[in-house]
């Protein structure tokens, strides 16, 4: 999305939004709708074929979790997208245990662990034990367990990434580097 104009006119429907504007936000998610719909694609893309939430589902549960939790209170739009990359990874994560739970164990979705966040090409690895291994990392370091979150569920730069933050840039990337170290050797001992 363009800077400058559309950036502030997304900074006002998120303060409209954060006073109780339920408007602001139906209109803030059309805007950023398309960012949305990728961003769940990104996500369900690592998941096993043929599980039954798609895109479109996963972006729509996404904003019904906004309406339902108010006005909340984002920066920009960075810190919008982050939100949301939060909020389908929550999703995402509840559907695999719902699946699990009703399949005792068997056809929870595999996540493909991307070259760029580990080392292992076609690594599958389960949505629950990523999960996992992402809540202990953000146990011991919340800051790096956030910048997986953002970079590998919400799609985000380093940069934006960097700005949700508050850290600058070659922190962000050394806490990246170090992060998916950790997670290799932590997904590697499960598996």
Known sequence: MASGQGDADLTGMLEAWKDGDQDALDLLVARVYPELRRMARRQL?????????????????????????????????VHFMALCAQIMRRIVVDHARERASAKRGGGVPNVAIEVDLLPAP???????????????????????????????????????????????????KRDWLLAKAWLLAELSDDG
């Not at 799609?155 to 700005?163: C, F, S």
Request: charged fraction near 25%.
């Open 45 to 77: 893309a690592r998941c096993r074929p043929g599980d039954s939430l798609g895109s479109v589902g996963l972006a729509n549960e996404a904003y019904l979790k906004l309406v339902r939790a108010g006005g909340l209170t984002c920066e920009n739009r």
């Open 122 to 172: 076609g690594h599958g690895v389960g949505v629950l034990d990523l999960d996992q291994a992402l809540a202990a990392l953000a146990r011991m370091d919340p800051r790096k367990g956030r910048l997986v979150e953002l970079r590998y569920f919400g799609g985000l730069t380093i940069d934006e990434a960097a700005e949700v933050l508050h850290v600058s840039r070659g922190t962000a």
